[in-house]
T-cell receptor, first 114, second 112 residues
Framework: GESVGLHLPTLSVQEGDNSIINCAYS??????FIWYKQESGKGPQFIID?????DKRQGQRVTVLLNKTVKHLSLQIAATQPGDSAVYFC?????????????FGTGTRLTIIP | NAGVTQTPKFQVLKTGQSMTLQCAQDMNHNSMYWYRQDPGMGLRLIYY???????DKGEVPNGYNVSRLNKREFSLRLESAAPSQTSVYFC???????????FGEGSWLTVV
């Protein structure tokens, strides 16, 4: 079956530095990708998404990069803040008609060091 | 605008007991979902409702039933709870199946 994985389960970054969280996916038919942030005791919070017809999308302090050739997704967080400490999930979806399954990775825990 | 609201937040059940997790969204979304989250497993889809009046099985439906009561509400029922159903449950909704999914705050369920 398909899998969505993360290269590093934990990541520590100095406050103010940039962070990069990586994600590999194996379903070449996936055409929609999402990054979620989950703080302790809370539900996943949508951060940013990207469709397969794009290779880069920027939000506020966050950038998602998609490399379809190697099936790799990354989330870049600029100028990290203590509030960025959380678990980050990538998710992929194959949006062909009748199959809308969203597959989640297990997550990377990002810790911002003051 | 509360988004996705689910209750209860915490629940302890004895094996064999039944209970219903309630979920409501105020975003006028058409699609609603129930996921469970277990350590090292990621979020797994239990059931979903693409639109009012329809429900479909997800990845791990065994031991659960759902009801799409109306457009706002989607409940998850455990008829006979088992320790393997100890988990964190998340309700979610989206405008449509091709749109972003928004999650509730979670329900922590322990079956002893």
């Amino acid at each position: 079956g398909e899998s969505v994985g993360l290269h590093l389960p934990t990541l520590s970054v100095q406050e103010g530095d940039n962070s990069i969280i990586n994600c590999a996916y194996s379903n070449s038919a996936s055409d929609y990708f999402i990054w979620y942030k989950q703080e302790s005791g809370k539900g996943p919070q949508f951060i940013i998404d990207i469709r397969s017809n794009m290779d880069k999308r920027q939000g506020q302090r966050v950038t998602v990069l998609l490399n379809k050739t190697v099936k790799h997704l990354s989330l870049q967080i600029a100028a990290t803040q203590p509030g960025d400490s959380a678990v980050y999930f990538c998710a992929e979806k194959e949006t062909n008609f009748g199959n809308e399954k969203l597959t989640f990775g297990t997550g990377t825990r990002l810790t911002i060091i003051p | 605008n509360a988004g996705v609201t689910q209750t209860p937040k915490f629940q302890v059940l004895k094996t064999g007991q039944s209970m219903t997790l309630q979920c409501a969204q105020d975003m006028n979304h058409n699609s609603m979902y129930w996921y469970r989250q277990d350590p090292g497993m990621g979020l797994r889809l239990i059931y979903y409702s693409a639109s009012e009046g329809t429900t479909d099985k997800g990845e791990v439906p065994n031991g659960y039933n759902v009801s799409r009561l109306n457009k706002r509400e989607f409940s998850l029922r455990l008829e006979s709870a088992a320790p393997s159903q100890t988990s964190v449950y998340f309700c979610a909704s989206s405008l449509g199946q091709r749109n972003t999914i928004y999650f509730g705050e979670g329900s922590w369920l322990t079956v002893v």
